[in-house]
């Protein structure tokens, strides 16, 4: 399970140092594509193949599926670190989540997201509140 919260640069010619911990979850090939919300996902291989599953489970002939199925494998990419525990990030990849300079790479339990800085500074909820009573309602505790 990934967890924690670590920012990082990308340097000038794309690349990210993808932290120790990450590293280990991952393996050393992992895949990324683009997620949710404005991010990236970085899976690793088994959790990869389960979502390739999935997607080919998914009823071809309909549109809804076509369009999800492209939205995480047209841009998907295959990545493993260089000696210093970086990978060169796509360029598709960075445009798609508006990736320049500062990123955060976050734990979100079966994968790691990689957020813009700023995005991910706006995407703090001001009424958690609500949310956990709205997931309360869903039957759904702590």
Known sequence: ????????????????IIPAKFREGLGEKFVVSKGFDGCLY????????????????LPQFKKESRKIIHFFLAGASEEEYDKQGRILLPLKLR?????????????????????DAEKWAAEEPDDIEELAESLGDMGFSL
């Open 95 to 115: 445009e798609y989540a508006g990736l320049k300079k500062d990123a955060v790479l976050v734990g979100a339990g079966s994968r790691v997201e990689i957020w």
């Open 42 to 57: 970085a899976y690793d291989p088994a959790t990869w193949s389960e979502i390739e599953e999935k997607l080919k489970a």
């Open 1 to 16: 399970m990934f967890m924690g919260e670590y920012s990082h640069t990308i340097d000038a010619k794309g690349r990210l």
